[in-house]
């Protein structure tokens, strides 16, 4: 790929423009330049402006054309970490001294397992401290919520990790995995028949488990059922399409433990925190509360 840069005065000292920087995390952060233009309540011509200018002080191509859009070159993703830590450290000092700063927003991403009790807990607690933030929660498969934080697409998230096998992030808590099924329906052939599962599509941990325990124990299985939804899931089971593997958080009603009839034992998976660094005064606090709920909701302490 041919670079090319462009050279700034050095005799003079440089100084980024934090609204230029503003508007460069903004926009990586809603996806399109054109999106952060209406949120910061600019033109989409001032935007432009404030972009070359930010190249122009850099003196490297920050941004180049894909499409419609404007994606980050090599060097505008080693500014953008740069420029999150400049604008949360500027909003921060700001808010310190009682001066108005712009709308906080704050992203965590959740496996879906937790949408329905730690998410509300966590982010209810959080906005009578801080009722003038937006959280933003997203839903993600393991293999990705990691990813995001290490990227800037999110502040923190938890997401489950095999055991003794993840050197990154926190240790939360371990939890075991079980086979379920409909409690009144008979799911269960006789060994020589392949056993009907309904699970996520690829890639998924639980999956990737259960597939590879039954494998090792030479048990015969069938995909009965995938599915990228948690309540889909869990409403084909109701339905006594088959069996799953899940941990016993939150196991709705009517669905089964399963144990013996040849289904092999399964290793429990750990839940961990990834978190970005330097995470401002609201994004700890939210971290905080997250992390309070778990312990209370999953782990029982």
Request: aromatic residues 6%; hydrophobic residues 45%.
């Amino acid at each position: 790929m041919n670079r090319h840069f462009i050279f700034p005065d050095m005799s003079t000292n440089i100084r980024f423009d934090i609204d230029a920087l503003r508007t460069m995390v903004v926009g990586v952060e809603v996806g399109s330049f054109a999106r952060a233009a209406t949120q910061l309540a600019r033109s989409q011509s001032a935007v432009s402006m404030q972009l070359k200018r930010l190249e122009e002080q850099a003196g490297h191509v920050l941004f180049e054309r894909q499409g419609r859009g404007l994606v980050l070159t090599e060097a505008g993703n080693a500014l953008l970490a740069y420029a999150r830590r400049i604008v949360d450290l500027h909003d921060e000092a700001a808010a310190a001294l009682g001066a108005n700063v712009p709308a906080v927003s704050i992203r965590m991403g959740l496996p879906q397992d937790f949408f329905e009790d730690v998410m509300p807990e966590a982010v209810s607690r959080f906005a009578r401290k801080h009722p003038d933030v937006e959280v933003e929660v997203r839903a993600g498969r393991n293999y990705a919520l990691e990813e995001e934080v290490n990227t800037g697409k999110l502040d923190m998230a938890i997401a489950f990790a095999e055991s003794g096998q993840c050197r990154t992030g926190s240790l939360l808590v371990t939890l075991p995995l079980f086979w379920f099924a409909n409690e009144s329906t008979d799911v269960l052939p006789n060994s020589k028949s392949p056993l009907p599962l309904v699970l996520f599509d690829h890639p998924c941990l639980f999956r990737q488990t259960a597939l590879r325990e039954l494998d090792r124990r030479n048990r015969a299985w069938r995909l009965a059922i995938t599915t990228p939804s948690l309540p889909g899931v869990w409403a084909a089971l109701r339905f006594g399409h088959g069996l799953t593997v899940r941990t016993d958080h939150r196991v709705p009603r009517g669905i089964r433990a399963l144990s013996g009839a040849g289904l092999p034992r399964l290793p429990a998976l750990e839940l961990r925190l990834f978190e970005r660094s330097r995470l401002n005064g609201p994004a700890s606090s939210l971290l905080d509360e997250l992390v309070r709920t778990v312990h209370r909701k999953v782990s029982g302490k």
